[in-house]
Antibody, heavy 121, light 107 residues
């Protein structure tokens, strides 16, 4: 059974960098796409980015200038960095696995429990 | 970007009712449409992928249909554990995007 667990600070100051890590157990991260998704009361669910084991990435254009996603194959982890945060970045952040089925149709089949990040001084 | 619009935003229903939630895409997305259920304080849980395929372990009272721009999630007979918020999500083109959610409440 695949399990995902987010970790990182729950409080970040405005203009600083939000950094989160997703630890994956029960499967190798080599074979799938891995995504970050966030949920805030004002904007609902928002896909942020995904990364594949080749380190190929894709970003939401609305966040692309401020987002960096990376992976550590040796630790079976992938990470998110969101630069220059504001209060609008306050949200629950989820990591998830993008599973491809039936010819490149993707869906999020495994999710972490989510971690609340608050941006405040 | 593809916009996903769900209707209604919320509904009240009773145990045993048949419930239908609609999702409309701003452009055709073939059958690249997924449905999730979310309960308070929990991560979304996949129900249906590729418009009509039931995720393993999900009860058969859940079903999905549609193609192109219009999609439907149906719960054939509502159970107490089905009271939750439901989201559609397109995986046709980047950026992946979600509907705003439909909250199913107890009447």
């Amino acid at each position: 059974q695949v399990q995902l667990q987010e970790s990182g600070p729950g409080l970040v100051k405005p203009s600083e960098t939000l950094s989160l890590t997703c630890s994956v157990s029960g499967d190798s991260i080599r074979s799938y796409h891995w995504s970050w998704i966030r949920q805030s009361p004002g904007k609902g669910l928002e896909w942020i980015a995904y990364i594949y084991s080749t380190a190929s990435t894709n970003y939401n254009p609305s966040l692309e200038r401020r987002v960096r996603i990376s992976l550590d194959l040796s630790k079976n982890q992938f990470s998110l960095r969101l630069l220059s945060v504001t209060a609008a970045d306050t949200a629950v952040y989820y990591c998830a696995r993008d599973l491809a089925v039936a010819g490149q149709k993707y869906y999020f089949d495994q999710w972490g429990q989510g971690t609340l990040v608050t941006v405040s001084s | 970007d593809i916009q996903m619009t769900q209707s209604p935003s919320s509904l009240s229903a009773s145990v045993g009712d048949r419930v239908t939630v609609t999702c409309r895409a701003s452009q055709a997305i073939s059958n690249n449409l997924n449905w999730y259920q979310q309960k308070s304080g929990k991560a979304p849980k996949p129900l249906i992928y590729a418009a009509s395929n039931l995720q393993a372990g999900v009860p058969s009272r859940f079903s999905g249909s549609g193609s192109g721009t219009d999609f439907t999630l149906t719960i054939s007979s509502l159970e107490p554990e089905d009271f939750a918020t439901y989201y559609c999500q397109q995986s046709y083109s980047i950026p992946w995007s979600f509907g705003q959610g439909t909250e199913v409440e107890i009447k």
